[in-house]
């Protein structure tokens, strides 16, 4: 059974959440209070994660940091080349949205919402500036492919998912953009498709 280390309301502990429970792997999910500092504590940080940050998985021995970084691994490892493209150009396509969400999500949407909801010293016109930025992208590669890499799901859809699901929690409509409300929705109907609680007080993760 493999171990998942996070913190229910991170959007990236969700990432992993989500991919675990799409590939139907036994999970023991076990909580790092983040709002007790245990992302911090000497032990987590010299056997989990020296970052520390959440989330960080230990499959039988194999202890891996990062939400994307973990997503590839298990793409890789039971995935059975459902969620990452083994030929060049598709893993590139689907890298290019990893980048982007450890970038242009980041800093728009997930700061936007880390902001509101968390109390965050960020600047929300900035970030809400940069969410509509990026969303226009989406609705235009959404206008073209059913999913972000391509017509079948990948990482980088669980990648994107979580953080363009909740941006109305950092002010930032999607009422103009219905190709994303419609992606959303097809990542909603996978089989095994968990979500991330809407509402509560956290603190940031990576």
């Not at 997503?71 to 990452?84: C, D, E, P, R």
């Not at 809400?128 to 890499?149: G, V, Y």
Request: hydrophobic fraction near 45%; charged fraction near 15%; glycine fraction near 8%.
């Amino acid at each position: 059974m493999i171990k998942l280390y996070g913190f229910p309301l991170s959007g990236h502990s969700h990432r992993v959440e989500l991919m675990l429970s799409l590939l139907g792997l036994p999970t023991e999910f076990i909580l790092v209070d983040l709002k007790q500092g245990a992302h911090k504590s000497s032990d987590y940080l010299a056997t989990i994660n020296s970052f520390g940050q959440v989330p960080a998985i230990d499959d039988n021995g194999v202890v891996l940091a990062d939400s994307n970084a973990i997503l590839v691994y298990l793409a890789n490892t039971y995935g059975k080349g459902q969620w990452l493209p083994s030929d060049p150009a598709g893993q590139a396509r689907v890298q290019r949205w990893l980048s982007a969400a450890a970038g242009q999500l980041h800093v728009g949407p997930a700061s936007a919402r880390l902001a509101t909801v968390f109390g965050a010293d960020i600047d929300t016109c900035v970030a809400i500036a940069r969410s509509h930025a990026l969303l226009k992208l989406m609705e235009t590669q959404l206008s073209q492919n059913r999913f972000l890499a391509g017509e079948q799901p990948t990482i980088a859809d669980v990648a994107f998912y979580t953080y363009t699901a909740h941006a109305p929690e950092g002010n930032v409509s999607l009422a103009d953009y219905p190709q994303v409300r419609a992606w959303l929705a097809s990542i909603e109907a996978l089989p095994g498709f968990v979500g991330m609680p809407r509402t509560a007080v956290g603190l940031q993760s990576h």
